[in-house]
């Protein structure tokens, strides 16, 4: 096994910081274009670590191995340099959930923003054009994502939106869309993204990046029983659905207990899904149930770190902060690159744009690592069409012939792989435990979900 330290470099309590950044652009709907005019940071590292892609519990190289996008000049296909202030911009739409009271991954803006500078600074953005992020955000309404969905249709200078961390308003961008755009998304929360014709999902869904939970279960635990407890809400009772359905598959008995959100005292929940007794333990939730779950699960003395297993939403400054200054001890499923891990070879050259062009806060938080090699791999598409080719239809196709390696994720990409969900691109994830301390040891590597 190998152990992945966060580099020195960084701030020791950098998730600590990131419930600043939560604030940040969390106002209503706007059109903003970003540049920046920092000092470049290198778009490239090395690495001879090898490949690991696999169905099986075996560890081996982090991300996507030999195939990790290392430089990401080449990648999205730019020229060396700035984005030209006087050309158009080419604008892309971007979407997020926050601002409200349920915010599953306010960070993901932080992450496109981020992405958008570094383009227009150092990878001459789309032909020489700036590149340019039309944002509007769905705080609590479902009716929100009409009104975002109205936005960019509007605009016909958008040709692509880009999906951050949504479910409330989700059914309703779609549905006013009417497929006459192109969607990308980095994670979809909830399983209405993946039936979409008109969308993309790069990173997989819910449905099938939890998936490998049940191979988890059975090749690395060697479990014949299961306790899942999660809050009753939206992006997150889908996800609780999936995780149960593949334990199931995988022939683990599995006992799920739903809560209200409002619920903070979780000894019941817990009691009552059996996690005292249970081989395997789920604590499933958003940032803003995680710190009560770990405090549960302590209070009734559950601590093995390696049979408490998670998302990676529990990975949050927030729940640090909550919990005396570190993340729960347990294990994590991530279908994207872990910050700091040293196995991985794509991880370097993302931690050297985000000293200058991201938050150190906001670095670690898979909804930002999620959302900037989302936000790259639009550029790449846009590139290798051109300017004045950039439209909805062939920027779909291009999206949807897409085969990987996508930047900070799997090593390879099957969009269309599930006929009931057209719009996934990956059902794999990688899973490390959590030693404290920013310390993660990887225990498997890129399983996919129960066959």
């Known amino acids: 096994m190998t152990t992945t330290h966060v580099r020195k470099r960084w701030p020791a309590g950098v998730a600590l910081l990131a419930t600043a950044i939560i604030a940040a652009g969390c106002g209503g709907s706007s059109s903003t274009t970003t540049s920046s005019t920092s000092s470049s940071a290198p778009a490239s590292a090395s690495s001879t670590a090898s490949s690991q892609t696999t169905t099986s519990a075996s560890t081996g190289a982090g991300g996507a191995g030999q195939a990790s996008v290392t430089d990401y000049l080449s990648y999205v296909g730019g020229k060396a340099g700035k984005a030209s202030a006087s050309l158009p911009p080419v604008n892309i739409g971007w979407v997020n959930q926050q601002g409200g009271a349920q915010q599953i991954g306010p960070l993901a803006t932080n992450g496109a923003e981020s992405a958008v500078k570094y383009v227009n600074t150092e990878l001459g953005g789309v032909h020489g054009h700036p590149v340019n992020l039309v944002t509007c955000y769905i705080r609590a309404a479902e009716e929100e994502g009409t009104t975002c969905a109205q936005k960019f249709l509007a605009d016909k200078s958008i040709s692509v939106i880009d999906e951050g961390a949504v479910a409330i308003g989700v059914q309703s961008l779609y549905s006013t869309i009417g497929g006459a755009k192109p969607v990308i998304v980095g994670?979809?929360?909830?399983?209405?993204?993946?039936?979409?014709k008109n969308a993309v999902v790069l990173f997989g869904d819910?449905?099938?990046?939890?998936g490998p939970f049940g191979t988890y279960a059975t090749q690395v635990l060697h479990a014949k029983t299961a306790a899942l407890v999660y809050p009753n809400i939206a992006g997150i009772t889908e996800g609780g659905t999936a995780i149960a359905n593949s334990l199931t598959q995988a022939g683990?008995?599995?006992?799920?207990v739903a809560y209200d959100e409002s619920q903070t005292d979780l000894i019941g929940p817990l009691t009552e899904a059996g996690a005292q007794t249970a081989d395997m333990v789920i604590p499933y939730s958003d940032s803003s149930?995680?710190?009560?779950?770990?405090?549960?699960?302590?209070?009734?003395?559950?601590?093995d770190a390696k049979k408490?297993?998670?998302?990676?939403?529990?990975?949050n400054g927030l729940v640090s902060a909550g919990l005396g200054g570190d993340w729960p001890i347990w294990t994590y499923a991530i279908a994207s690159s872990l910050f700091g891990d040293p196995t991985d070879p794509g991880m370097?050259?993302?931690m050297k744009v985000m000293q200058t062009y991201g938050t150190p806060a906001a670095a670690p938080d898979p909804w930002n690592?999620?959302?900037?090699?989302?936000v790259l791999t639009t550029v790449k598409f846009l590139n290798e069409l051109g300017y004045v080719h950039i439209k909805p239809d062939a920027v779909l196709a291009k999206a949807k012939a897409f085969t990987g390696p996508v930047a900070l994720g799997a090593p390879a990409l099957q969009c269309g792989k599930y006929p009931s969900a057209p719009a996934v691109c990956n059902d794999r994830a990688q899973f490390f435990q959590y030693k404290g301390k920013?310390?993660?040891t990887k225990v498997a590597a890129w399983l996919q979900p129960p066959s």
Do not use: E, R
Request: one cysteine or more; a positive charge; hydrophobic letters at 45%.
């Open 187 to 196: 994670v979809a929360t909830t399983p209405v993204d993946s039936v979409q």
């Open 206 to 210: 819910v449905t099938h990046v939890l």
């Open 252 to 256: 683990v008995k599995v006992k799920k």
């Open 289 to 303: 149930g995680c710190v009560n779950l770990a405090k549960g699960l302590k209070q009734l003395g559950i601590t």
């Open 308 to 315: 408490i297993v998670s998302a990676p939403l529990c990975l």
């Open 348 to 350: 370097p050259p993302y």
């Open 369 to 374: 690592i999620v959302s900037f090699g989302q």
């Open 438 to 440: 920013h310390v993660f």
